[in-house]
Structure formats: C-alpha cells, structure tokens
C-alpha cells in the first residue's frame, strides 16, 4: 500500500503511521508547577510521552513532543518546564506499567499523578527552578525508576498540527544528573544490563513491547566510531592522536563547504561536528552564521517563541538565544 499523509487515506481503521516507528522509548516526564495567583501551592505532575529520545551524548541532551489540544491548550509537562526550567524523566518499566498508563491520563491541571497512581517519590539533588517555588525540595521523580535524569530546560521548537489537532511543542532539555540503581548494573562488563531494566516502548495503537533480549553488533572500521557509539569524547579524542591526526580529521571526507547543518549524521556526532566546523572555517564560513552547531551561540540554542505556527509552510517560529538548526521543510 502507499498513501500521502494529510492528502490521500490510507483506507485502514487504524493510522498506521506510528506503528510503523517502532519501538518508541517512553518519555515518563515529571515536574513541578510554578506558582502564581491562581495557584499557590505548587504540586506535581508526571505524565508520559510516547515521542521521547535522546539527541547528543557530550552533553546529553533530551526531548519530548506533547500535542496541544484541539483547542490549544499545552500539556503540563510542558508549561511546568517551561515555566520553572527543570524537570526529570524517569525510565518506565515493566514492573511500573500500570503505574505508567494511569499517569497518562488526561486531568485537570494541578492533580499530582504522584497520589493518583500511588507511586513513591525520591527527588531530584541538583535542579533549581528559575522562579519562585516555595517548599521546594527538588522535582519529583519515580523512587521505583530504576534509570533517572535530571534536566534543566534548554528550549522548546513549536510545530504545526493539522486540524483538529493542535500544534506541537517539542521541548529539549540538558541532562545534568543521571541516576542508575546498582543492581541494573553488570559488575564484568560494567554496562547497564537492559534485560534487568526491562524498558517498555510503544509501538502503535495500544500497543506495548518490552525488552528483555538485546544482541550485540560491533561496527567495523575506525576505532574513533566505535568510540562515538559508545559515548564517549575522550575516547574519541584519544583515537585522533592515536592516529596522528588533528580533530575531527578521521571524517574529513564528510566536511560541509557551505552554511547549513549536515544533513548526514553517523555515529560520533561530535566528529562531524567538528569536521563541519573546521571546514566552513576553511572556506570563509563564520562560526557565528545561520546554523552555527557548537551549541554555544546561533546554533542548537533556539528557543521556540510559543506563538503557534507558521502554518502550511510546516516551519517553526524562533525567538531567544539563536537559531535553530537546520531541519527539513517540515521539521
């Protein structure tokens, strides 16, 4: 079958669209409201999103993407980070599924999800709210979690939605705290053992998976992408001097000559950054251009202005500390 998304109907009882990007990892986001004169007493507020990913390891940053109603109205999720700067993601779990889709609840603003789903709370050790927040202790987050993060809010990328649903708040964040429980750990190889987590995912409709089984593939070739599989910076700066080569030579054949984000990203992102970098250098590029990717200045800092959309063109609105990177016509 073939079918254009929001042009010709695929002729099934279900969207099969998101059954097809499968295996999603859930994005169980806890955070605190922010208090005002219709709230004074801030409360908790866990939810989880089936749109949630990873996206750098050196910081490591993190996302997830909450649909606005048909009448615009945002997710908590989304107004208590945006509002106070911080929130936490918690790994949901096999054992916490029931905990996990109680949460997912559609409730007014204000109810904790903490009390409704009967969940024990631990707190986060280093996030500070950026507004006032009396009786703060830390943001909430799932005792029985056996992975954590603690996130300071970085930005927030606004997309369109057709009708009726309403548009789409994308929000990253930078992962200063990262809690893992001894036991999920494997003492020989040092690595979190995933069959002992056993993550849930979604896959479509309401539908769940599991993972208990993973297998292992190493990637051949240089040592420096390996390194970047395995997270790790200095390995990868220690596998440029190995070979006598300056950084983020290994992938010069992958440089960019022009302004623009590489549309091609390979396992160690940090070396095609820096390939990207040391070539719009050497072509007469600023660093300081339209897509600049050290994330320092006019590069991966754009803030989202919360104005809604720009509406058939899919493109986002920006306004803060940069703009965007690239992304494609649609986001």
């Known amino acids: 079958m073939f079918y254009q998304p929001g042009t ?11 059954a097809c990007v499968v295996p999603r990892p859930i994005g169980w986001i806890s955070t605190v409201s922010a208090t005002n004169q219709s709230n004074s007493e801030p409360t908790a507020n866990l939810a989880p999103y089936s749109q949630f990913q990873n996206l750098t390891f050196d910081p490591p940053y993190v996302m997830f993407s909450a649909n606005q109603t048909p009448e615009n ?8 980070a945006e ?4 929130f936490c993601w918690q790994l949901a779990t096999y054992p916490l599924r029931e905990a996990v889709n109680v949460t997912s609840e559609q409730v007014p603003y204000g109810v904790d999800e903490f009390e409704r789903a009967k969940l024990e709370r631990t707190y986060s050790q280093l996030l500070s709210p950026k507004c006032p927040v009396p009786n703060f202790r830390g943001v909430p987050m ?4 056996p992975v954590r993060f603690e996130c300071e809010y970085h930005s927030t990328i606004r997309l369109p939605g057709n009708p009726p649903m309403g548009t789409v708040d994308i929000v990253i964040g930078k992962v200063i705290g990262v809690y893992i429980a001894d036991e999920v750990i494997n003492t020989q190889t040092g690595k979190v053992d995933v069959a002992k987590t056993e993550p849930i995912a979604r896959c479509g409709y ?3 998976a599991v993972v208990r089984e993973c297998f292992e593939m190493k990637m051949p070739g240089a040592e420096i992408m390996r390194a970047g ?3 790790s910076s200095k390995k990868n700066k220690e596998a440029n001097v190995k070979n006598g080569e300056e950084k983020g030579a290994a ?13 091609t990203f390979g396992a160690d992102v940090d070396a095609y950054y820096d390939s990207w970098n040391s070539a719009a250098q050497r072509n007469g590029n600023s660093r300081q251009g339209s897509t600049q990717i050290n994330g320092n200045a006019a590069g991966t800092n754009g803030v989202v202005n919360g104005e809604g959309s720009n ?18 016509a649609t986001g």
């Open 206 to 208: 309401y539908d769940y």
């Open 311 to 328: 509406g058939a063109s899919g493109e986002a609105h920006w306004s803060g500390r940069g703009a965007p990177s690239t992304f494609g």
């Open 83 to 86: 509002s106070t700067g911080i």
């Open 8 to 18: 010709t109907d695929h002729n099934l009882p279900f969207d099969p669209f998101k």
């Open 251 to 263: 992938t010069e054949e992958h440089h960019w000559s022009g302004h623009g984000a590489p549309s």
């Open 142 to 145: 799932v005792k029985d979690s």
């Open 229 to 231: 599989l395995e997270g």
């Open 73 to 80: 109205i945002r997710k908590d999720s989304v107004v208590n």
